[in-house]
């Protein structure tokens, strides 16, 4: 198992059933399942080698040889490793602690019990210690521990049901069979381990977890090197200055240095020089930033998880922030990629209609036998008199009752055939023998294959059901055929000898097993249909409305059939009659398909656009342009319908293209049939052409290739097991959490983040430029400006906490108004606040600080006395003006910077002034003086420059020369060209002026914004409306869609939203226009 050679592929395994002795010779891996990355003994080795492959760690590990050089250094080691040391650490307590969950986690699954046949008696044995080739008794509602055979069951005819919501997400039980030479032996013995570990099924389907990274994590990266590329240029200008004046000048301060003529040539000297302010422009190289950008996602993680309102009380299930690195990347998604079934639905199958022998159960209809609606007064049938009846199962059609009483035989098999096939969504065959001796096959499943094995009789009956199932699906019911056949004894026999010929068969055993079943599932009778309902999840169309307002796109990814899943579009507002067109794509071959996504963009463009042949022949910048160009000019909103079968073909490398340009200028984009390698394909193709932030979210094991592919992966915590949740970055329990999640998350931690970046480079810049600006008026020798203590503490104590507090704390509106008026979220989309613009923008503010910092004390030092007479224009007191110049002007700009003010922001900013002049002080006492001679020189400056008033006087003028250009051009800014942010965050201010404190706003609650809680229905009642056929569009109906559609009531809570947030807008900017 821990062999480092790359497992062969099994053809076969051998194993002996109860021998471990035996079974240990082919070294199968043991039942163990890891997760975790270290262990005790490689922790520190592994995280150290992961931590130094970061450019900067081991950019500053090269600078720390350096500094132990002391011909190039002139600054102390202790400068560059501290914060070195303290960037390692945190960053290794952070893993230790991710690590140590995930070994929790795999411990959970490791410890649990199961029963193993050891030395002919059962015995409790944990789950990794089951061997390959043990015997394992399961029992009701126990765990599998592993890849098990069936050897016998309990049950008659060795079946068991077994549920597979961790594999493939379906709820239903599957039936498994017992090997047929051991079936007999009942409850003797269960099951033979057949895989183990890392073997099993489940983790061979988990795919290989991807390592995901932000879009702002790829342009630091970008950033930082380019400054490596500055700082260089810094030291070559620097080096070439030294060896200028040290051949022009140099040579006269040769005899007070005690060098020998020819002893140091200019060249040698410029190139020591370079390394050594190498060293000293070190800081512009922010080393803290990765790891302070790691603390304040973690804060952002931890108000998820905090986040009451994205709480599901009913099943206690919170918002859990899986990963702590792509929370500002919630801000920017562009696309999401959702599944249906159980995340948009509630995937809890209510039982609604069926069609029994060419009649409809179900329907209520009036005394003149008009339809009508199914009212809250309407009395359901009494099954109370079933003692074995479900209590919450209401059905209002009484004729079903009335045709069971009166014997209906048809009837009575219908109902046995869904008794004895378990469950009413299953797809599903069941051979069954009746009191008279009669042998019957029971089949259920799609009517797209079930009608193909239908007998030629069936035709009336056929055409009639189907007449029935489009109406079924047309109101967004899941629809399953129902069909049986009689079968003679004796054939049954020889059929049933022939099946266990073919289970016992060691080659072609798969293929003779299907064609034998295929065999027997034909000439089937059709009974009729079923027709269940899933409803709509609480809260969906407000989610989808208010994401569709932020200019998300949403696409919807199933694999129910084309009106089901057209249906749920309509009812959850994606779809809706005021589109343009709605493009059904339904080719059987590649040339179809390609003809009718080229007839759509013809439809859609217009005919005076050349189409290309699908290849991307242009850069992809070019390819944006002309892209968005391109949608700008889309007027209108459309809708693209494809099936999983088209899909394949257009999925083909000269077809995509077509398909990615027809589908993203379309508002909603509905694949249906689709497989879960399909749904993972198309979130791909958007990745990697389109070069937008995705978001994917399911709730099965068959939406794992898709969480995984997607930028950012979510999992609803719903009825399919957790392998969703297991695999995704964030989960919850209902949809409409998605909302909240990235209007206010989302865009607050992307806000954030961008801030807090802007300054940390803004400050590094106006910290470390000092340097070079000094370098010309001290002979380009390297000498550092600040007290080397301060260097040290500047970014590790003096700076850190203020811009920590900003980057977790602050909000430019309150989540209220996030949510209210989703346009917000744009920016994040647009990448407006921190891109390459805003860095250089940042570091011209930076270059312009530094020179203030600079040149304003030493053209106030220059040539001046003190207040005693004497002069004060000494290094020492230079360095201490500067260094509290800095400090003020950077706490100051922060102060400006910060939108929303907490208790922590005060405390943060203003202690650390407080700080910085308490460490000043000490350091520069007698008492630490005498004890560190060497390491503390600058003793009584601090005392002597700070009592003088001309020194305040100087620190006033360069705060004030800093700040005020930035203060006047926000103020500026502002007032000219608000942004939308801007204009809300003043309304905020208003709207508390005006408030009175205690008062609070009572929410009001509209009329007219009651909604169906149901899955595939806009409002209740609209039955008849939608059967009716007169709210289909008469002009341009959706080529061969057939859908029937409800209209919304025009004073809708969907249309006062809009309104709401048009108004909104409106008001917010006072005849102003919007810039985002």
């Known amino acids: ?49 992961e931590q130094f492959q970061r450019v900067a760690n081991a950019y500053f590990l090269c600078l720390l040889i350096l500094q132990l050089i002391p011909e190039i250094s002139s600054l102390t080691w202790f400068t560059t490793i501290v914060p070195l040391v303290l960037v390692i650490t945190m960053t290794a307590v952070k893993d230790a602690t991710d690590d140590y969950f995930r070994h929790k986690s795999d411990n959970q699954v490791n410890n649990r019990q199961s029963e193993v046949l050891i030395n002919s008696k059962l015995q409790n044995e944990k789950w990794m210690n089951v061997k390959v080739g043990d015997i394992i008794k399961l029992e009701n509602n126990q765990f599998v521990a592993a890849d098990l055979l069936l050897l016998s069951s309990s049950e008659p005819h060795g079946l068991c049901y077994v549920e597979t919501a961790e594999l493939d997400g379906e709820t239903n039980l599957k039936v498994r069979h017992a090997l047929s030479v051991t079936s007999e032996l009942g409850a003797d013995i269960s099951r033979l381990a057949g895989f183990d570990g890392p073997d099993t099924k489940l983790m061979q389907n988990s795919g290989k977890t991807k390592f995901k990274r932000t879009s702002i994590d790829r342009l630091m990266n970008t950033l930082v090197l380019w400054i490596f590329g500055f700082l260089i240029c810094l030291g070559i200008i620097l080096a070439i200055g030294n060896s200028i004046w040290e051949s022009q000048t140099g040579d006269q301060f040769r005899t007070f240095l005690f060098w020998n003529e020819g002893e140091k040539s200019s060249v040698f000297s410029g190139f020591l020089t370079f390394w050594s302010y190498i060293i000293i422009l070190n800081t512009v190289v922010p080393i803290s930033l990765y790891v302070s950008v790691e603390v304040i996602r973690l804060g952002h993680s931890y108000f998820i998880n905090w986040d009451r309102k994205m709480y599901y009380s009913r099943k206690a299930i919170p918002a859990v922030a899986r990963t702590t690195t792509l929370n500002e990347e919630l801000g920017q998604i562009e696309y999401i990629f959702s599944d249906k079934t159980g995340t948009l639905t509630q995937n809890i199958m209510t039982f609604k209609r069926c069609s029994i022998n060419g009649r409809i159960y179900g329907e209520v209809h009036d005394d003149l036998d008009q339809k009508t609606e199914i009212t809250q007064e309407k009395e359901p049938v009494d099954f109370s008199v079933k003692s074995q009846a479900d209590r919450e199962f209401q059905f209002f059609d009484h004729n079903l009752m009335e045709s069971i009483k009166m014997g209906d035989p048809k009837v009575h098999e219908f109902l046995r055939l869904l008794a004895l096939c378990h469950t009413v969504m299953s797809e599903e065959n069941s051979a069954v023998r009746n009191p008279e001796g009669q042998i019957k096959l029971y089949s259920k499943g799609a009517d797209t294959i079930l009608f193909e094995k239908l007998h030629p009789s069936n035709e009336v009956l056929l055409s009639l059901t189907s007449d029935h199932l489009s109406e079924f699906a047309g109101e967004g019911l899941r629809t399953l055929a129902i069909a049986y056949r009689d079968l003679d004894d004796k054939y049954f026999k020889e059929w049933h000898k022939m099946l266990e010929d073919a289970n016992a068969a060691t080659e072609e055993r798969d293929e003779r097993i299907a064609g034998l079943y295929e065999e027997i599932e034909r000439d089937l009778m059709l009974l009729g249909a079923t027709a269940v309902e899933d409803k709509l999840q609480e809260g969906v169309i407000e989610t989808v409305t208010s994401l569709s307002l932020a200019n998300i796109k949403i696409w919807v990814l199933t694999g129910d059939k084309q009106e089901t899943a ?107 049939r689709v497989t879960p390698l399909q749904k993972a394909q198309v979130v791909e193709l958007v990745k990697k052409y389109r070069n937008a932030v995705t978001l994917a979210i399911g709730d099965g094991a068959n939406d794992v290739s898709m969480i995984k592919s997607a930028h950012i992966g979510v999992g609803i915590s719903g009825q399919e097991g957790l392998q969703a949740v297991l695999a995704s970055d964030y989960s919850f329990a209902q949809f409409r959490y998605l909302q909240r999640l990235l209007l206010v998350h989302g865009r607050w931690s992307y806000f954030r983040m961008c801030k807090f970046l802007c300054y940390f480079f803004y400050k590094n810049f106006a910290f470390t430029l000092v340097h070079f600006w000094f370098g010309f008026f001290c002979g380009f020798s390297a000498q550092t400006v600040y007290d080397q203590w301060f260097i040290t503490l500047f970014n590790i104590v003096y700076t850190s906490l203020p811009v920590l507090a900003m980057g977790i704390f602050d909000q430019d509106v309150s989540d209220q108004n996030s949510v209210d008026c989703p346009q917000l979220y744009k920016p994040g989309q647009l990448n407006l606040l921190f891109n390459k613009r805003k860095f250089f923008i940042c570091v011209l503010h930076g270059i312009y600080t530094s020179l203030v910092l600079f040149f304003i004390p030493y053209g106030a030092f220059y040539n001046v006395a003190g207040e005693d007479g004497q002069h004060i224009a000494d290094y020492q007191s230079f360095a201490v003006t500067m260094a509290t110049s800095l400090v003020i002007v950077v706490s100051v700009q922060i102060a400006l910077d910060t939108s929303y003010w907490t208790f922590i922001n005060h405390v943060f900013i203003w202690g650390s002034i407080a700080i910085y002049f308490s460490i000043l002080f000490t350091m520069h006492s007698n008492g630490i003086f005498g004890i560190f001679p060497n390491q503390f020189p600058f003793v009584g400056n601090a005392r002597h420059s700070l009592t003088q008033k001309c020194i305040w006087l100087v620190i006033l003028l360069t705060t004030v020369a800093s700040v005020m250009p930035v203060v006047a051009f926000r103020f500026l800014k502002v007032d000219l060209y608000p942004t939308l942010s801007d204009q809300i965050r003043r309304w905020q201010k208003a709207q508390k002026k005006a408030r009175p404190p205690s008062s609070r706003r009572p929410r009001t609650r509209r009329s007219s914004s009651r909604r169906s809680g149901y899955a595939f229905a806009h409002q209740e009642g609209y039955g008849e409306l939608i059967t009716s056929g007169k709210n289909m569009r008469a002009k341009n109906p959706p080529p061969t869609s057939g859908l029937e559609k409800t209209h919304y009531n025009s004073t809708s809570w969907i249309e006062n939203l809009c309104k709401k947030t048009t108004d909104t807008v409106s008001s917010f900017s006072q005849d102003k226009t919007v810039k985002l």
């Open 1 to 49: 198992m821990f062999c480092s050679e790359k497992k062969l592929r099994e053809v076969e395994r051998i194993v002996k059933a109860n021998d471990r002795e035996y079974n240990e010779k082919f070294q199968y891996a043991d039942n163990r399942i890891h997760t975790s990355k270290y262990n005790i003994l490689t922790f520190l080795p592994i995280n150290l080698f």
């Open 566 to 672: 057209i249906n749920i579009g309509y009812a959850c507002n994606m779809l809706t009659d005021d589109m343009n067109d709605v493009f059904v794509i339904a080719g059987n071959n590649a040339v179809e398909v390609r003809e009718e996504l080229r007839k759509a963009k013809q439809n859609l463009f217009g005919q005076n656009r050349n189409f290309s042949n699908g290849h991307v022949v242009c850069e992809k910048k070019q390819q944006l342009e002309l892209d968005s160009i391109v949608e700008e000019t889309i007027t209108g909103d459309y809708a693209l319908i494809i099936n999983g079968h088209s899909l394949a073909h257009a999925l083909e490398s000269d077809v995509k293209n077509d398909l990615l340009e027809l589908a993203c200028m379309c508002k909603t984009v509905i694949c249906c």
